[in-house]
């Protein structure tokens, strides 16, 4: 209860501060720990990390109005009961798509080149663990992502600390098709805090292909994960 007043509290102190300037946010501030949230409950990553996707590219878009996207509102407006999200969807006058990996090392440099075309960062799931997050980052050759999991550390984190979803075990992302505005300053990635991963039953729907579930959980396996 405490640390979800402190979110609210970081969310208002940082609404304000953006609040005297138009237009884009900078990366400073779609980083912000205030930004990112947890699900609220086992099944919901894929939706949490929707909505943190989705807060980003409305901060950079200058929507003054971000922190009203929740996991809550993204349920109604586009969340399929029983089967999750859909491939193509809209939130105001955002699109999202979906798009499958091509498995295994070969996710690298197709996530690297996402990444540098998507400032808000892409909600990226790897079906056989099952996990999905927010990959946020990369530089200086480390990937950092926002994990929903109440097992994963708060705000950005390197993607070695995210429960089970990694860059080789990936089989699918979901990013904003619309228009997103570039940042106005390069980017900061926070300093992160060590995090433990513990078991969890966190699942999602829509899962891979046949042919593509041994590649998909190479790391699943070495992680000793279960679903």
């Known amino acids: 209860m405490q640390k979800r ?3 609210i509290i970081l969310a208002v102190m940082l609404l304000a501060a953006m609040a005297t300037t138009a237009g884009a946010a900078t990366y400073e501030e779609i980083n912000q720990d205030a930004v ?17 996707m989705l807060r980003r590219a409305a901060m950079l878009n200058g929507d003054e109005n971000w922190a009203a996207i929740t996991e809550a509102s993204c349920r109604s407006a586009f969340w399929l009961a029983g089967r999750g999200l859909p491939y193509h969807f809209t ?39 099952p996990h999905g997050i927010l990959l946020t980052e990369y530089k200086d050759g480390q990937f950092y992502c926002a994990d929903p999991s109440e097992f994963a550390g708060t705000g950005i984190i390197p993607i070695e600390q995210a429960w089970g979803t990694r860059i080789e075990n990936s089989n699918a992302y979901w990013y904003v098709s619309s228009e997103v505005t ?24 829509t899962g891979p292909k046949a042919d593509e579930e041994e590649t998909a959980c190479l790391i699943g396996q070495a992680l000793g994960v279960h679903a």
């Open 182 to 205: 570039d940042p106005t300053q390069a980017p900061v990635v926070p300093e992160a805090s060590a995090a433990s991963i513990h078991p969890d039953t966190t699942t999602l729907l």
């Open 91 to 129: 939130y105001g006058t955002m699109t999202v798509d979906h798009a499958r990996l091509p498995g295994g090392q070969a996710n690298r440099q197709v996530l690297i080149d996402l990444l540098a075309e998507h400032p808000e960062g892409i909600m990226l799931h790897a079906a056989c663990v």
């Open 5 to 7: 007043l402190m979110s």
């Open 36 to 52: 990112f949230v947890k699900q609220s409950q086992r099944g919901t990553c894929t939706l949490a990390s929707t909505a943190m």
